[in-house]
Structure formats: structure tokens, C-alpha cells
């Protein structure tokens, strides 16, 4: 760090990302061009790097770019009511929920399958046969 600054490879360490990460945050736009220095290298602020660390971290939530981007929208506009944001993550939410219960089925479904496996042969393998035939076999 020089003088509250910090390089793009710091600031990747620093947020948890990759470099190349960071650059495509900036080509995207969700993240600002930063300043440049004399030997044009990328210089970054704090603001940069709690930016930074805001997107990875709804990233991680599994929030998508668009969301993220509506978010840090809204946080930059800090008088602005949070309805708009509880909207974003209630529809995340039930995205959530509904890729859980899909899982469950999933789980449930190869769970019937190896449960019928009778440690044959392949002719009669019961994952075989299910994916095969589909559901019509059961």
C-alpha cells in the first residue's frame, strides 16, 4: 500500500479475488477504471477495495452480475429505502429454494436407484437401466 493506494495485485490479495478477476470487473463496468500512475498502472482506493469486496462477497450468495450491479447501485445511494434490495434478495431467495427442492429430488432419485442395485452385472444394473429408459422403467 503507498499513500491509502493500492496496486491491482494487493487489492486482488486484499478482496480475496484474482487479478483477472478485477480487470473483468472493470471491463464489465462494475467496477471503475482506477486511476493510473505515470508508468500507467492501476492504482486503487479504499472505496475500491470495500467495491470490490461488496461484489465478491454477493458473488459468493450466488447473487448474479445484474443483481450485484442493482445493489451497488443502491448502496451508493445510501438515503435511498432498502425495498428495492429486500426485493433482490427475496427473488434470490426463492431461486434458492427452488434449486434446493430440485437437489432433494435429485438425491432422492439416485438414492431409489442405488437402493434396487443388486451388484450384478452391467446387463442388469439398475443406474444403467434408469438412465437408459428414463423414468418409464421404474
Known amino acids: 500500500m503507498r499513500g491509502g493506494t493500492y496496486g491491482i495485485g494487493d487489492l486482488a490479495m486484499r478482496s480475496g479475488t484474482k487479478v483477472q478477476t478485477v480487470r473483468w470487473y472493470e471491463q ?3 467496477l471503475p ?3 493510473r500512475t505515470a508508468g500507467n498502472q492501476r492504482v ?3 472505496r475500491d477495495l470495500d467495491r470490490l469486496i461488496f461484489i465478491r462477497r454477493g ?3 450466488g447473487f448474479s452480475l445484474d443483481e450485484v450491479r442493482r445493489l451497488l447501485s443502491l448502496a451508493d445511494r445510501s438515503d435511498m429505502s ?3 434490495a429486500d426485493v433482490i434478495a427475496s427473488a434470490h431467495l426463492d431461486e434458492i429454494r427452488g434449486k434446493i427442492a430440485r437437489l432433494r429430488s435429485l438425491q432422492a432419485e439416485l438414492e431409489r436407484m442405488l437402493s434396487q442395485c443388486r451388484h450384478g452385472t452391467v446387463s442388469d444394473c439398475r443406474v444403467i437401466e434408469a438412465l437408459s429408459h428414463g423414468r418409464e422403467s421404474q
Open 28 to 30: 464489465v463496468g462494475i
Open 33 to 35: 477504471e482506477p486511476a
Open 44 to 46: 486503487y482506493t479504499q
Open 59 to 61: 458473488r459468493e450468495l
Open 82 to 84: 432498502c425495498e428495492e
